[in-house]
C-alpha cells in the first residue's frame, strides 16, 4: 500500500552542504552563491540526498527524510522499481584550484563486493582506510562552466610510446616503460607499467620521479601540455608515481559547455577549473596518488579500465531552441542545461534538482531563485519555468 505522500507543493528550495576539501578553490563556489569567500577552501557543493551530506529543504528536514517519507511519490514508481526508495543520482558543482587525487571509480558489481566485505571486516562506515563507503557505482559526467583541465583514460598506446620515448632520451630509468608498451602495445602492456609504477620500491621512486619531472621541465614542441602537466605536477607531488602513472592518460581542455563522462574504471585526475557533475549517488573513490588520504592500490588495479583511446567526450543533444541534453549510457542520471528565454516546461516523470547558474528565474507555485539558487522538483509534478539566465537541471535518465 502506497503512503500518503507530503504535502510539498511542486517546488523546495534546498541549501546545499559544501565540501572544504584542501583542493578547493576558496572564491568560484562562494562566487557562484553570492557569498564572502572566508579565504578558506571550497572544493564541492553537493546537492542532493547522499547520507554523507544531504541537502537540507528549505521547509524543514533533510532531502534524504523527505525521500525515505515517500519514495514512490517523491522519485516516481519507475524509479523506485529500478533503483529502490532512494534518489539515484548526486549532483555537483566542483571548483578544483589544483589537482585532485590520481582516482577511479567501481562499477556496481565491485562497489557492491567491495562494500560487503569491508562491512564483513567491521570496517567503521567514517573509518579513513575504508575504500568503499557505500554500494553503489560511481559513473559521473562533468560539463565545464570555465575552461577545465583534466587527465582521463589511457591515450591511444602508439602516441604514448612516443612521448615516453621522447622523455626517455632525457631520462633513461623510462626505458623499461617504453620496452613493456613495445613488446605488449595492448591492455596487458598498460597493465604492467601501471603496476610497476605504483609497486615501484620507496628506494628507487624518488629518483624515477625526480628524472621524469626534469625531463618533463625541459619542454618541447611535441606534447606541450603533456610535459608542462608533468613538470607542474612533479613539482606539486615530489616523489608521488603518479606523476609518471599521468603521462600515460589522455590531457583534456574542456571549454565552457564542454563535458566528459567518466565509465567505471576510468583512472582521472582533474587538475583545475569549475564544472557541474552529474554522478551515480555514491562517495566511492579508489585513489592511486595526489592525496593523503587512503591509498589502497591492489583494488584500484583490480578496478582500473586499461582500455586506450581517445578522451570520452560527451557531445550534448540539441532539444529546442536553448535546451541542451547531455546523455550519458546509463540510466542513474542526466543532465540538461537551459539558455532561458521563453518560458520553459520541465517534465514530472522523475525527480530532478534544479540549479541557477545565473540570472533569475520563477517556477510556478514556487520560489524565485536567484544565482547559485536551487531547488527539488519531485517526480509528478511538471513545472514551468520563467525568466532570464542558464538554468542546470540534473535527472534520471531512464526514458
Not at 25 to 52: C, K, M, N, V
Amino acid at each position: 500500500m502506497r503512503t500518503r505522500s507530503v504535502d510539498i507543493g511542486t517546488v523546495d528550495r534546498l541549501n546545499n552542504p559544501i565540501r572544504p576539501y584542501a583542493w578547493g578553490s576558496p572564491t568560484a563556489i562562494p562566487d557562484l552563491l553570492g557569498r564572502a569567500a572566508t579565504g578558506e577552501p571550497q572544493a564541492e557543493l553537493w546537492l542532493g540526498a547522499h547520507p554523507g551530506a544531504p541537502s537540507r529543504l528549505e521547509s524543514g528536514g533533510t532531502l534524504r527524510d523527505r525521500i525515505a517519507t515517500d519514495p514512490a511519490g517523491q522519485l516516481s514508481p519507475e524509479v523506485v522499481e529500478r533503483f529502490g526508495p532512494r534518489l539515484p543520482f548526486l549532483f555537483k558543482v566542483i571548483a578544483a584550484e589544483r589537482p585532485l587525487s590520481l582516482q577511479v571509480h567501481p562499477n556496481l558489481a565491485q562497489a557492491r563486493a567491495g562494500y560487503a566485505e569491508e562491512e564483513a571486516r567491521g570496517v567503521p562506515a567514517d573509518s579513513p582506510e575504508r575504500s568503499y563507503p557505500d554500494p553503489n557505482h560511481k559513473p559521473e559526467l562533468v560539463c565545464a562552466l570555465t575552461p577545465f583541465e583534466a587527465l582521463c583514460g589511457f591515450r591511444a598506446i602508439p602516441d604514448t610510446v612516443r612521448l615516453l620515448s621522447l622523455l626517455a632520451e632525457r631520462a633513461p630509468v623510462l626505458g623499461h616503460c617504453v620496452d613493456a608498451l613495445l613488446a605488449r602495445p595492448d591492455a596487458r602492456g598498460l597493465r604492467e607499467v601501471v603496476t610497476g609504477l605504483l609497486t615501484v620500491p620507496a628506494q628507487r621512486r624518488q629518483r624515477l620521479v625526480d628524472a621524469v619531472t626534469a625531463a618533463c621541465r625541459a619542454g618541447g614542441p611535441d606534447f606541450a601540455v603533456e610535459l608542462a602537466t608533468g613538470a607542474l605536477l612533479g613539482e606539486a607531488y615530489p616523489g608521488d608515481p603518479g606523476v609518471v602513472i599521468t603521462l600515460l592518460l589522455n590531457r583534456v581542455r574542456l571549454a565552457p559547455g564542454e563535458a566528459l563522462f567518466l565509465a567505471a574504471g576510468n583512472l582521472h585526475c582533474y587538475l583545475s577549473g569549475t564544472a557541474v557533475e552529474v554522478m551515480a549517488n555514491s562517495d566511492n573513490v579508489l585513489r592511486g596518488g595526489f592525496t593523503a588520504k587512503h591509498v589502497d592500490v591492489p583494488e584500484l588495479l583490480r578496478v582500473m579500465d586499461v582500455g586506450a583511446g581517445p578522451p570520452p567526450l560527451v557531445t550534448p543533444v540539441p532539444v529546442a531552441p536553448g535546451h541542451l541534453a547531455y546523455v550519458p549510457p546509463v540510466p542513474d542520471f542526466r543532465l540538461d542545461r537551459y539558455q532561458l528565454g521563453e518560458p520553459v516546461r520541465l517534465a514530472a516523470d522523475g525527480p530532478r534538482i534544479a540549479l541557477v547558474l545565473s540570472g533569475r528565474v520563477a517556477v510556478d507555485a514556487g520560489p524565485v531563485l536567484e544565482q547559485g539558487a536551487s531547488a527539488w522538483l519531485p517526480a509528478g509534478h511538471p513545472v514551468t519555468i520563467r525568466g532570464q539566465g542558464v538554468l542546470c537541471v540534473a535527472g534520471t535518465n531512464l526514458g
